[in-house]
């Protein structure tokens, strides 16, 4: 079974940059497509971005592009989230969370294909 642990989140200011990591246990990590999402308090989860199981390919949400950067390090068992320029609105809780089978935008988009979660990291951005 895949377990899910999320981290490098934390307090910053705007315009800067943070990496978030999530690492998994298990044997079966390069099996699941990686994706991140973020809740804001009172807002639902969303997709941010997805990344193939082989690493071969990402798939980014319109509203992240240009400014995120979806990564994952097989041999470490470990899927990353590099954010750049953030901003207030950022403030969220961010989660990564793993999927089997087809990976394509309606699927990817869909909290509910995904079959794991991790608890998730604070990241907040003061102005």
């Known amino acids: 079974q895949v377990q899910l642990v999320e981290g490098g989140g934390g307090l910053v200011q705007a315009g800067d940059s943070l990496r978030l990591s999530c690492a998994a246990s298990?044997?079966?990590?390069?099996?699941?497509?990686m994706a991140w999402f973020r809740q804001a308090p009172g807002k639902e989860r969303e997709f941010i971005a997805a990344?193939?199981?082989?690493?071969?390919?990402?798939y980014d949400a319109d509203s992240w592009k240009g400014r995120s950067t979806i990564s994952r390090d097989n041999g470490k068992n470990t899927v990353y989230l590099q954010m750049n320029i953030l901003k207030p609105e950022d403030t969220a809780v961010y989660y990564c969370?793993?999927?089997?089978?087809?990976?394509?935008?309606?699927?990817?988009?869909?909290?509910?294909?995904?079959?794991?979660w991790g608890r998730g990291t604070q990241v907040t951005v003061s102005s």
């Open positions: 969370a793993g999927m089997k089978g087809f990976f394509y935008s309606g699927r990817l988009l869909a909290r509910d294909e995904y079959e794991k």
């Open positions: 298990g044997r079966t990590f390069s099996n699941y497509h």
């Open positions: 990344i193939r199981a082989s690493g071969g390919g990402t």
